[in-house]
């Protein structure tokens, strides 16, 4: 029979699941997963970044862009604890990634070898599915594991351990086999119960004004159109959480926009408190997109929630009908019974006036900041300038603090879709530049943008290195204010304004990223800030647009809890 080294098998099974690119950063461990791809990956791009952590971004919102699964590598040590970030994130935002770490040898366990830690035990409770190799042969079984714990029932992160001695243990040819259909998510969707459909049904069409609240599962099961026919059967309004965006699009005359602390306003909070039903698709129903459980309020609406895993139903609000589902499949299944019961759906002008009387008021509002020449320039204008300037089919990555509020409540995405990522689970700072990466990767076609704080800045900019080395076509815009401005804004309506240890100095962003040699601008005079970005977005290249912006705890910000 013939064989393969473990590392060449791992190629191979990669490839046989439909991988194409890997993000990663070598290692001495790594030596011979590395000679494998030399020699038998050469149809596979592999992008080498500057941090483990970055790597797992770019796979992703590379994942999000594409419905593949995104792959991600690091050698042992640092590198098997660097890359963890990345992974957290993705298992918690059901993105299925693979993290491929390698490790000392089998042999060198115990004997205080260089790097040498416990990966299984470290990777337990972060992953969905996580091993650690003993044995070459059992590699093709555990990746075919790897992919199908992936991609079905909650997608999620899963973790490989790959020790030296392993990556050169053979591994017979014929053991080298895949089901292709395991690269992509969702796969092997889990269809509703039919009691449990007729049961959601019965509390939905009970109530006289129903609402739906999506999370990201939407999008990730491509139910957007089912969503769309649902909502406009029952004349209901359709809110989304951030991770939600693109659920439907802003434009439709159902959307209600971002609900909860980050990205609501008073506007959209009316519109879920006039709701004597909610219906959860895919969300949590977490501390952010209820306001800390506050909106719907307990035991003021009947709770419909629809999630693919049962352990999200019922964790915050008693639930008058459960349905444990894929998304699309539950909402197509709604759709059927719904109107199987004579329900035909109409313009229904009273919710959809008013809706479009609420949105006037919180955009009104928004144009009176956004029109500003005040200097440092507002957040407003950056969102309403850039909105002016991006192709409708753009494609935004964007870090918590500043960009993500602003972002999440006024940016207009007018078709469904993956086209808005911020890094919602545990809300890192540096996500977006390497996520801009994973995006391109995914999806080169489109224009793709990073929108981040300084601080996060600091914590990323090595990898404006790598989309010079790549000569990648993004356009990063950094929202300069010297401040930790989250904290601080926290801080002012917290704490009585006892400022501690959140500023910082001001970099000159454009010079640094000029000297890894992108295109730069910095714009202070809110005049030049349409042309700026218009101009970087039309380079052709890398590009970065350096913002001296209103710092966060002066701006009013579409934060719930500093309003208040």
Known sequence: MNQLT?????????????????????????????????????????????????????????????????????????????ILPGVVEANESSIPILAITTDISVTGRGRYTLTELDQEALYRPLTKWNCVLDDGAELPKMVRRAFREMTTGKPGAAHIGLPYDVQNQPVEESDVWADETLGRFPAWRTGPDVEAIGRAADVILAGKQPIFICGGGVVISGGEAELQTLAELLDAPVATTVSGQGSISDAHPLAVGVVGSNGGVPETREIVDASDVVVFVSCRAGSVTTERWRHPAPGAAKIVHIDVDPGVIGANYETDAAV????REALAALVTEISGR????????????????LKKAKFDAFQALADSNDTPIKPERVIAD????????????????????????????????????????????????????????GRPDRQVVAVMGDGSFGMSVGELETIVRFNLPITVIVISNSVFGWIKAGQKSGY????????????????????????????????????????????????????????????????SEWVA
């Not at 494998?36 to 797992?56: C, I, K, N, P």
């Not at 770019?58 to 660097?82: F, I």
Request: proline share 5%.
């Open 6 to 82: 473990s590392a060449e098998a791992l190629v191979q099974m990669l490839r046989l699941h439909g991988v194409d690119t890997i993000f990663g950063l070598c290692g001495d461990t790594s030596l011979p997963f590395y000679d494998a791809l030399y020699r038998t990956g050469q149809d596979m791009t592999h992008v080498l970044t500057r941090d483990e952590r970055h790597a797992a971004y770019m796979a992703d919102c590379y994942a999000r862009v594409t419905g593949k699964v995104g792959v991600c590598e690091g050698p042992s040590g640092g590198g098997a604890t660097y």
């Open 496 to 559: 009585d304004g006892r400022y501690f240890s959140v500023d910082f100095s001001r970099t000159d962003h454009a010079k640094v990223a000029a000297a890894f040699g992108l295109k730069t601008w910095t714009v202070e005079d809110p005049a030049d800030l349409q042309k700026a970005f218009r101009a970087a977005t039309e380079s052709g290249g890398p590009a970065l647009v350096d913002v001296i912006c209103q710092p966060l705890q002066e701006a009013n910000a579409p934060v």
């Open 386 to 441: 850039l909105q002016a300037v991006l192709p409708e089919d753009a494609i935004t990555v964007a870090d918590p603090g500043t960009p993500c509020p602003y972002f999440s409540a006024f940016y207009q995405q007018n078709t469904t879709g993956r086209q808005f990522i911020s890094n919602r689970a545990h809300g890192a700072l540096g996500f977006s530049l390497a996520g801009a990466i994973g995006a391109h990767y």
């Open 324 to 327: 444990v589902g894929d998304a």
């Open 342 to 357: 004579g329900v035909k759906g109409g313009e229904g002008g009273t919710i959809r006036d008013r809706i479009a009387t």
